[in-house]
């Protein structure tokens, strides 16, 4: 049963940082593309950065940087510099054998 588990968010002040753990189930990390999604109020889900099979990531806030760890089966976003404008609830993705999976997420709040 593949299983998605974020932990990490909160509150920070603006300019700090934070770093988001997506660990994993029922299936190897390393074998699939992995994604986080940022919903911050009132919006849709957006592509905030993506990891393939072979390690090569893409940040598309270049603030937030994506990693994994394969031993652990565990998937990583460290966020620093944080903006206000970073608000919102930080979703792990995986494609997995067909099927889309969630983790449940987890809420990040930056505020003075």
């Known amino acids: 049963q593949v299983q998605l588990v974020e932990s990490g968010g909160g509150l920070v002040q603006p300019g700090g940082s934070l770093r988001l753990s997506c660990a994993a189930s029922?299936?190897?990390?390393?074998?699939?593309?992995m994604n986080w999604f940022q919903q911050a109020p009132g919006k849709g889900r957006e592509l905030v950065a993506t990891?393939?099979?072979?390690g090569s990531d893409i940040n598309y806030v270049d603030r937030f940087a994506i990693s994994r760890d394969n031993a652990k089966n565990t998937m990583y976003l460290q966020m620093n510099s944080l903006k206000f404008e970073d608000t919102a609830v930080y979703y792990c993705?995986?494609?997995?054998?067909?099927?889309?999976?969630w983790g449940q997420g987890t809420q990040v709040t930056v505020s003075s």
């Open positions: 029922g299936f190897t990390v390393s074998n699939y593309r």
């Open positions: 990891i393939s099979s072979d």
């Open positions: 993705h995986a494609y997995v054998r067909g099927n889309n999976y």
